[in-house]
């Protein structure tokens, strides 16, 4: 069997986005619940195209649609942590990007968790796949690992 890979480190991600947990994250067992990293992830994607004047959740055409999605997790989160969701694009084809997402308490250096999502991107009435303008491809160059 081989060893667990050791967690990511801030560096190796270019672009940051804050997150705070709630009350309600955290589960029975007095820490972040699994599920909610995914909405982390998530969040801190959208945002990050959101404030480049990329993704209008509206109006905008294209859409972004989940079709793959994991998590590995190193040490627990609990509420009132404060985490910054380290982003970079791992791979992006003419209308895909799989994001990669790590997860850092402030002011630590190792991951507490690695995720990564594929966002599809598509015709918002159609919701077939149509490729990134140029826009969206700059942008996310900057994000390439």
Request: proline letters at 6%.
């Amino acid at each position: 069997m081989s060893a667990r890979p050791a967690p990511a480190r801030r560096q190796a991600y270019p672009a940051f986005e804050r997150i705070e947990t709630r009350w309600a994250d955290n589960d029975v067992y007095g820490h972040v619940n699994n599920v909610a990293y995914y909405a982390f992830f998530d969040t801190a994607v959208n945002r990050w195209l959101i404030a480049r004047g990329l993704l209008d959740i509206e109006r905008g055409d294209p859409i972004g649609l989940v079709v793959e999605t994991g998590c590995r997790y190193h040490a627990p989160a609990a509420f009132p942590d404060t985490l910054q969701a380290g982003i970079r694009v791992a791979r992006l084809g003419s209308s895909s990007v799989r994001y990669e997402i790590a997860l850092f308490r402030d002011g630590e250096d190792d991951a507490i968790a690695e995720g990564f999502f594929v966002h599809v991107y598509v015709d918002r009435a159609t919701r077939r796949p149509k490729p990134l303008p140029d826009a969206w491809r700059q942008a996310l160059e900057s994000l390439t690992a």
